[in-house]
């Protein structure tokens, strides 16, 4: 591979995932500082705490379109292993913006964005662990940290090597996101879905 595309894809891929369009859309759309409130991350989970539920949709969307659509427009033009590059380096910059001092999401949309559009099967069976454990525990941390493990490992099963080394790479990333939410787990202190707190 050259140094060249790969600074490209690593570039590219790191300044669109450094958007962080739920502080924008939050801002834009008069709901403040959403760092001010909830787990204080600029990911959807924490702009549906404004109450706004469609901007909380548009910024999962656009969040999961950081590693998606960047990683296919990167394969398209210089080639798919680049695109690989691209959206983990989107979920760098999504979890690690410069904008923000370094302090982003956690990051499980922009890691299901880059998992539909580059190795879609993966991405179906990660949604599935996801809401299975979900909906069995009520535990959305969980269902995210299991759909990380579960399909790093289905993608070194039946994905390409550079596409399961994009996998593992953004599902340890998620991994060290989500290092508070472990511990709650652990001590049983985990908030499940509905309930406040």
């Known amino acids: 591979m050259s140094i060249t595309p790969i600074l490209i894809a690593l570039l590219a891929g790191y300044f669109l995932g450094a958007i962080p ?35 909380a949709a548009l910024t999962l969307l656009l969040d999961a379109a950081k590693a998606g659509v960047t990683g296919l427009v990167i394969a398209h033009f210089l080639g798919q292993p680049y695109g690989y ?17 370094f302090k982003g999401g956690k990051g499980v949309a ?18 599935v662990v996801w809401l299975a454990t979900a909906f069995i525990t009520r535990l959305s941390s969980l269902g995210a940290l299991l759909a990380c493990v579960f399909s790093s490992v289905l993608a070194w099963l039946i994905s390409p ?10 599902a340890v990333i998620i991994l060290i996101r989500h290092r508070e939410n472990i511990t709650r787990l652990l001590k049983g ?6 309930q406040k707190g």
């Open 21 to 55: 369009f739920g502080l924008l859309l939050a801002k834009a759309s008069g709901q403040g500082d959403i760092r001010k409130i909830g787990s204080g991350n600029i990911g959807a989970t924490n702009v549906l705490r404004t109450g706004r539920k469609d901007i």
């Open 85 to 101: 590059i691209a959206s983990a380096a989107a979920l760098i910059g999504h979890c690690y913006p410069i904008w923000l001092g």
């Open 110 to 127: 922009t890691f299901f964005g880059g998992l539909f559009a580059l190795v879609w099967p993966v991405g179906i069976f990660a949604a």
């Open 161 to 170: 090597v550079a596409a399961a080394c994009m996998v593992t790479f953004m």
């Open 189 to 194: 202190q985990e908030s499940k879905i509905g």
